[in-house]
C-alpha cells in the first residue's frame, strides 16, 4: 500500500515531480548530493516517534533503550571517521551546530574572525544578517584577486582585532586549507580555532583533503553535503572540556528533543563513509571538479585560482558581457543547475554576480566519470557561448535529459 499516495495526493504529487526533476536535470550545486538509498529508508523509518531528550544513558524519557545504542553507533562512527574523541551528533543543521559552538564557548559580544560571505565564507560565520553577527562582534578575512586566502593578512587581522575565535572553512572556496597555520595564528592571539568542514567533509572522510584534527579545537560539519548523508549537523573535538560545554550548548541550550530518525539515518551515512570504497568516490569527485575546470579554461572562461583542489569550481565571469545571475538562468533552462556566486573583484551586487559556483558531488554520487563531465563541462561552454540562444537552450534540455537516464540512483521517489 502506498500511504502517502491514498491520503496526500497533493504533496505525493509534488514529490513524484520533485524526484523527475532530480533524474533529469544535472545537479551541480556544490552543497548539494544525493544520498544513500539506505540513508533515505532509515530517515522514513518509525524512528521519528521518539523523544530521547538528554545523550544515550542520560535520557529524560523512558524507552531508550534502542536509540541509545543507534546514537553511540553513530558517535563512534563519526569519531573513527576524523580520527578524534568526541563527537555531538545531534544538532539538525550545519547552521545549528555552529550556533552551538558558539554559544558554548562565547559570550555575547565577543569576537568572531572568519571569512567574508562575499568571499566564499558562511552565513553562519558572523555575517550581519544571521543571528552570529548580530549576538558577537564579527570581523572577516577574504581571499586575494587570485582566489587564495593571504594567511599574513589572517595573522595581521587576527593581532588587530584579537578575536576570541577563530573560523576556518567555507561553503566557496577552491583550495586547500591550512589548517596548522590557521593553529599558529590562533595560538599567537590566544584564540579558539573552529574548523567548519561543511563543505569538504567528505573529501576529508576520503583522505583526499587535509584533516582539521588534530589542528582545530573545535570542528563542526553538515552531513548532507559532500559527505551524502541526510540532513543534518556534527560537532567534534578532541577537548573534553570543549565538548561538555558542547553538549550542554546543544540540548537543552539550543535544541530539545533529537531527530532520531537523521541520527540513524547518520549513523548508516557513515558507515558508508568508512568502507574502503568511499576514498575512491572522494577521489572520483575531486577528479571531476578537476576536469570541468580544465575544460572551462580551454574554452575561454576564467576560474577563480586558476583550478581547484576539492569538489568544486568558481567560474570568474567578470570580463563577460553577461552576470552570473544570467548564467545561471540560462543553465537552468538548459537543465543544468549551479548557483550565482561572487568572485574576487567583483563589481556587481550579491543578487546578480559575476561568477558560477559549479560542484562535481552530486553527478559523481550518480556514477559520473571524467568522461561524463567532459560532455558536461562542454555543455555549460556552449550555453554559455551562446547565451541568449532559448532554442539551444531547449534542445540541450532534451539530450540532458536522455543521457541522466543511464545514472540514476533511486528506483522510485518514496521507499
Ligand atoms: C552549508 C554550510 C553550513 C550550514 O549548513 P545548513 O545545514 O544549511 O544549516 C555551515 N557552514 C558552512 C561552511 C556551510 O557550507
Redesign the pocket.
Known sequence: MNYLEETDKVIFDLIQKEWNRQSDCLEMIA?ENFTFPSVIEALGSILTNKYAEGYPKKRYYGGCEFVDEIEQIAIDRVKKLFNCEFANVQPH??????GAVYSALLKPYDKILGMHLNHG?????GAKVSITGKMYQSFFYGVELDGRINYDKVQEYAELIKPNIIVC???AYTRELDFKRFREIADSVGAILFG????IAGLVAGEQYPNPFPHCHIV?T?T??TLRGP???VILSNDEEIINKINKAVFPGIQGGPLMNVIAAKAVGFGENLKPEWKAHAKQVKANAKILGEIFVKRGYDIVSGGTDNHLVLMNLINKPFSGKDADAALENAGITVNKNMVPGDTRSPFITSGLRIGSPALTSRGMKEKEFEYIANKICDILDNISDINLQEKTRQEIKEFSQDFRIYPKAIF
Not at 543543521?93 to 555552529?98: E, I
Not at 565564507?121 to 560565520?125: C, D
Request: net charge positive.
Open positions: 552543497s543543521s550545519g547552521s545549528q551546530a555552529n565564507g558562511h552565513l553562519t560565520h572553512g567555507f561553503s567548519d568542514i561543511a563543505h563542526s553538515t548532507h553535503k540532513r543534518g549537523g
